[in-house]
Nanobody
Framework: QVQLVESGGGLVQPGGSLRLSCALS????????MGWYRQAPGNQRELVAT???????NYADSVKGRFTISRDSAKNTMFLQMDSLKPEDTAIYYC???????????WGQGTQVTISS
């Protein structure tokens, strides 16, 4: 069974940094397009960044130049390096994995990121 487990959320001051991790188990990492989404209170879940096998990445305009998505295939893990954090980045961040062959999607449990002074 495919599972995604996030870690790395927390409380930081504006301008600070956090690194989120998402570990995939139960399937081959290379089968999956991986992504990060976030949902702030009262808002819909929105795309933050995606990473395809082969190094193709995509970012929401609101995080371009501040966030970096990466993946370590040897560890079956995806990362989101978040720099220059702003209060509006406060949200629950969810890891997503989509199987490139079946299009089936899996979600992590979410990790809270709070940006506040």
């Amino acid at each position: 069974q495919v599972q995604l487990v996030e870690s790395g959320g927390g409380l930081v001051q504006p301008g600070g940094s956090l690194r989120l991790s998402c570990a995939l188990s139960g399937s081959a990492f290379s089968f999956y397009t991986m992504g990060w989404y976030r949902q702030a209170p009262g808002n819909q879940r929105e795309l933050v960044a995606t990473s395809r096998t082969g190094g193709i990445t995509n970012y929401a305009d609101s995080v371009k130049g501040r966030f970096t998505i990466s993946r370590d295939s040897a560890k079956n893990t995806m990362f989101l390096q978040m720099d220059s954090l702003k209060p509006e980045d406060t949200a629950i961040y969810y890891c997503n994995g989509m199987n490139r062959f079946s299009s089936r999607e899996y979600w992590g449990q979410g990790t809270q990121v709070t940006i506040s002074s």
